[in-house]
């Protein structure tokens, strides 16, 4: 696939062209908030939390990511879903990209999969790659802000992201939006703000900033530490989340019990849980997204 990397687009400024993972992607990494981190400063990401990466961009805890199979399978079938999205689409050319700094504000980067440029018109698209291992109900919102920055930093008014999803091949239009751009920029800024002033960002209850806490002091010291109040709320938080998994395992039982061997359960016309096989044993998953 060729490149279309000019030194200016749109206003914005070409970094540079990174191999991903390589040193020198790294480093500009750490020194501004790209797309793909930015659901996770807006709290969008169920998988990292602004606190942890507040931390990596300190340095404080390692900021490689551990490439797992979902991970390893979307970067091999990148390209090729490009190709046939250019195949499907004749009247757009498809090119790599570089990465870019917003002219306005050298922290927000920009660095999408891919551009299309329309033969006729010589309109620009961003084009974005997701796959999943299951289908989506609907786009994650944490890729539509991805999207969004990108239209944003870029100065492009039109974006696509093209998604294998659970086998299904699916194209969502991103209308650029001016609003949710500002909106989402001031987040950024507050976020590097506390970046810059080393000034921690908000406790958001993640799993993720706890593990985050966990490698930023690894140390064991025979010490002891007077904490107050927040002693008294952790102590009651423990005893309510262990009576709370007691009852939660009770209803658990309950309507395994009243499903008998059914695959989902209703109320009303709303499925509220279902049944998978795990290891040759039903499991029952509670639908958080059931809105009762």
Same mark, same amino acid.
């Given at each position: 696939?060729?490149?279309?990397?000019?030194?200016?687009?749109?206003g914005a400024?070409?970094?540079?062209?990174?191999?991903?993972?390589?040193?020198?992607?790294?480093?500009?990494?750490?020194?501004?908030?790209?797309?793909?981190?930015?659901?996770?400063?807006?709290?969008?990401?169920?998988?990292?939390?602004?606190?942890?990466?507040?931390?990596?961009?300190?340095?404080?805890?390692?900021?490689?990511?551990?490439?797992?199979?979902?991970?390893?399978?979307?970067?091999?079938?990148?390209?090729?879903?490009?190709?046939?999205?250019?195949?499907?689409?004749?009247?757009?050319?498809?090119?790599?990209?570089?990465?870019?700094?917003?002219?306005?504000?050298?922290?927000?980067?920009?660095?999408?999969?891919? $551009? *299309?440029?329309?033969?006729?018109?010589?309109? /620009? %698209?961003?084009?974005?790659? &997701? @796959?999943?291992?299951?289908?989506?109900?609907?786009?994650?919102?944490?890729?539509?802000?991805?999207?969004?920055?990108?239209?944003?930093?870029?100065?492009?008014?039109?974006?696509i992201i093209?998604?294998?999803?659970?086998?299904?091949?699916?194209?969502?239009?991103?209308?650029?939006?001016?609003?949710?751009?500002?909106?989402?920029?001031?987040?950024?800024?507050?976020?590097?703000?506390?970046?810059?002033?080393?000034?921690?960002?908000?406790?958001?209850?993640?799993?993720?900033?706890?593990?985050?806490?966990?490698?930023?002091?690894?140390?064991?010291?025979?010490?002891?530490?007077?904490?107050?109040?927040?002693g008294q709320?952790?102590?009651?938080?423990? $005893? *309510?989340?262990?009576?709370?998994?007691?009852? /939660? %395992?009770?209803?658990?039982? &309950? @309507?395994?019990?009243?499903?008998?061997?059914?695959?989902?359960?209703?109320?009303?016309?709303?499925?509220?849980?279902?049944?998978?096989?795990?290891?040759?044993?039903?499991?029952?998953?509670?639908?958080?997204?059931?809105?009762?």
């Amino acid at each position: 696939m060729e490149f279309y990397a000019p030194e200016r687009l749109n206003g914005a400024r070409l970094l540079g062209i990174y191999a991903p993972g390589s040193p020198e992607w790294h480093t500009e990494r750490s020194l501004g908030v790209g797309g793909s981190e930015v659901g996770t400063v807006l709290g969008l990401n169920p998988w990292e939390s602004a606190y942890a990466l507040w931390a990596k961009k300190l340095n404080l805890i390692p900021s490689e990511i551990k490439e797992n199979w979902a991970i390893r399978f979307g970067k091999a079938f990148e390209a090729p879903i490009l190709m046939l999205w250019a195949e499907e689409h004749p009247d757009w050319e498809v090119f790599e990209t570089g990465t870019y700094a917003d002219e306005d504000c050298d922290y927000r980067r920009a660095n999408p999969d891919a $551009i *299309a440029r329309h033969r006729e018109t010589g309109e /620009l %698209m961003v084009v974005e790659v &997701k @796959t999943a291992r299951m289908s989506w109900d609907e786009v994650p919102r944490a890729y539509l802000a991805q999207v969004q920055h990108y239209m944003g930093v870029l100065k492009i008014h039109k974006g696509i992201i093209v998604a294998v999803a659970g086998m299904t091949w699916n194209e969502y239009d991103v209308l650029y939006n001016q609003e949710l751009i500002d909106v989402q920029n001031v987040a950024l800024e507050r976020f590097w703000n506390s970046v810059k002033s080393e000034t921690k960002p908000d406790w958001d209850g993640s799993e993720s900033t706890y593990n985050a806490v966990k490698h930023m002091n690894p140390g064991l010291n025979d010490l002891e530490v007077e904490i107050g109040d927040l002693g008294q709320e952790l102590y009651r938080a423990q $005893i *309510a989340t262990d009576e709370g998994y007691k009852y /939660l %395992m009770l209803l658990k039982s &309950k @309507t395994l019990d009243t499903m008998g061997s059914a695959k989902h359960a209703l109320v009303g016309e709303v499925r509220v849980a279902s049944r998978q096989i795990r290891a040759g044993t039903p499991t029952l998953i509670v639908n958080k997204k059931a809105n009762l």
